[in-house]
């Protein structure tokens, strides 16, 4: 007997059954709607409904409807979708699960900051795959979700939290913090200290070229394309076996040093007494509004990554659902190198190592320009342009290499620039400065890190520090 056989042979027993199933359905998906108290996320009291008698159990958990137009619409509720449909990640998707690992990742944050006697295991058990997510799929709904279950309090503390963890939940809450500060300037408390305006452990980053290791030492194999066709498979599948843990913890494509040196800025001008006194010619930073299109290219080049990984194991599990478009094959690279075009404003800065205080010479402004490779006997290189207007060839090239040239000026004096994208290295983009009076060079390094820009690190392992430039025109 079917679950709607039952329900006809129980409708004088029940007066919400003995209605027509149109309509039944409208009053689950009403219920579906609706939460027990702004902090719970997750329809509760659908499941509620569900244990009522066996048919509405089977509308809510077995009735095909079900993901068809029940969860979706729960979901749908609560969290932003742009994103979703735009990837097309709908298809597959169970709404259901989702949306409930989505509620308990929330609620894992809120426990998080309220549990003081045992963070270090709170800490851990924060499913922040899911918050990056929400962050990145952000159009109007899910930012207020963060905020209210206090997710930003959450990544602050986990950050102070991270030496005792030997900093491997930096790659995960170093760009979160940079994104949420956005909204929030004051999470710069979080970042320094009582006897700085930065605290050393962001500061070090920021000057110490060999701390980059204490953050990279937590991200294998993310820079995948730049291995040699040649490398040998078999030791890749070691090291795989050797880091399995470190291989399935999760961390954005965002560059988490970007987001550092991003959020060193910051802090400073978030902490500074007299910034404006200080800086010669201040200009105030720019916040940012952030909604899901800006990460298409960091949600493009985590899937890959995964897609990688997957290849090189024996049950492989991932499907390439961008297959048909050339996507994560040989021949076509993920990219946003047009984007370093236009009008550029930013700082640099130096350390005092007498006064051990930190440095600007004023902000600089450049303009960018791409220009046509070119080979050893100058002739210039096809540089092929993007595929097409939709997800994801929009974001694809043939050529991984991205040529660029501009003027600029600061407060040493004119200057002009050199420089290239590298897409083999998640769009790592390298720079020469160089000042046209005095001559001097300085060789500058860094990686889109969107909304904000580019941040980055200039000189070398004597002298030098970060730097940070946004589009004049946002």
């Keep these: 007997m079917t679950a709607q056989h039952i329900w006809h042979s129980n409708i004088t027993s029940s007066q919400l059954l003995a209605l027509p199933k149109e309509l039944l359905l409208e009053i689950v998906s009403y219920v579906a709607l609706q939460s027990s108290h702004s902090f719970d996320l997750f329809p509760t009291s659908l499941l509620e409904l569900s244990?009522?008698?066996?048919?509405l159990h089977y509308l809510v958990h077995k009735d095909p409807w079900r993901?068809?137009?029940?969860?979706?619409?729960?979901?749908?509720?609560?969290?932003?979708?742009?994103a979703i449909y735009r990837r097309r990640l709908h298809y597959k998707m169970n709404w259901q699960a989702t949306l409930k690992r989505r509620c308990r990742a929330l609620s894992q944050c809120r426990s998080f900051v309220?549990?003081?006697?045992?963070?270090i295991a709170a800490l851990k058990a924060i499913d922040w795959e899911a918050i990056w997510d929400i962050l990145t799929e952000h159009d109007q709904c899910n930012i207020p979700h963060l905020?209210?279950?206090?997710?930003?309090?959450?990544?602050?503390?986990?950050?102070q939290l991270g030496p005792y963890c030997d900093r491997e939940i930096y790659p995960v809450v170093l760009p979160i913090l940079s994104l949420l500060v956005n909204y929030d300037f004051t999470l710069a408390r979080f970042l320094t200290s009582t006897d700085a305006i930065v605290s050393q452990e962001l500061s070090q980053f920021a000057y110490n070229f060999d701390a980059d290791a204490l953050i990279t030492q937590h991200t294998p194999l993310r820079y995948f394309n730049s291995l040699s066709s040649s490398a040998d498979q078999q030791q890749i599948r070691e090291q795989i076996q050797q880091q399995q843990h470190q291989l399935n913890t999760f961390y954005p494509a965002q560059d988490s040093l970007a987001s550092a040196f991003h959020l060193f800025f910051a802090?400073?001008?978030?902490n500074h007494p007299n910034i404006y006194q200080a800086v010669p010619g201040c200009i105030p930073i720019?916040?940012?509004?952030?909604?899901?299109?800006?990460?298409?290219?960091?949600?493009?080049?985590?899937?890959?990554?995964?897609?990688?990984?997957?290849s090189l194991c024996k049950d492989r599990s991932l499907r390439n659902i961008y297959a048909d478009s050339g996507f994560a094959s040989p021949n076509y690279f993920v990219s946003e190198a047009h984007l370093i075009e236009g009008e550029w404003i930013g700082y640099y800065t130096f350390q005092d190592l007498d006064e051990n205080d930190n440095w600007f010479d004023g902000p600089m402004r450049i303009t960018i320009k791409i220009v046509p490779l070119e080979d050893t006997s100058g002739e210039p290189i096809n540089q092929s342009s993007w595929l097409s207007q939709q997800f994801p060839t929009m974001h694809l090239k043939a050529c991984p290499l991205t040529r660029f040239e501009g003027t600029?000026?600061?407060?040493?004096?004119?200057?002009?620039?050199?420089?290239?994208?590298?897409?083999?290295e998640e769009g790592q983009v390298t720079w020469e400065k160089n000042y046209i009076d005095s001559g001097e060079t300085w060789e500058y390094s860094g990686r889109f890190a969107w909304p904000m820009g580019l941040?980055?690190?200039?000189?070398?392992?004597e002298y030098g520090g970060p730097w940070w430039m946004w589009k004049a025109s946002h």
């Design 455 to 461: 941040c980055g690190r200039w000189g070398d392992e």
């Design 267 to 270: 802090t400073i001008f978030a």
């Design 147 to 159: 905020f209210c279950y206090q997710v930003h309090f959450a990544a602050g503390i986990a950050f």
């Design 51 to 55: 244990q009522c008698c066996k048919y």
């Design 67 to 82: 993901q068809q137009a029940l969860w979706p619409r729960a979901f749908h509720s609560r969290f932003d979708t742009g």
């Design 114 to 119: 309220s549990n003081r006697t045992t963070q």
């Design 408 to 424: 600029g000026v600061d407060n040493l004096g004119t200057f002009t620039i050199t420089g290239l994208i590298d897409d083999t």
């Design 286 to 310: 720019p916040v940012y509004t952030l909604n899901s299109k800006m990460f298409d290219v960091e949600f493009l080049r985590r899937y890959e990554r995964n897609l990688f990984i997957d």
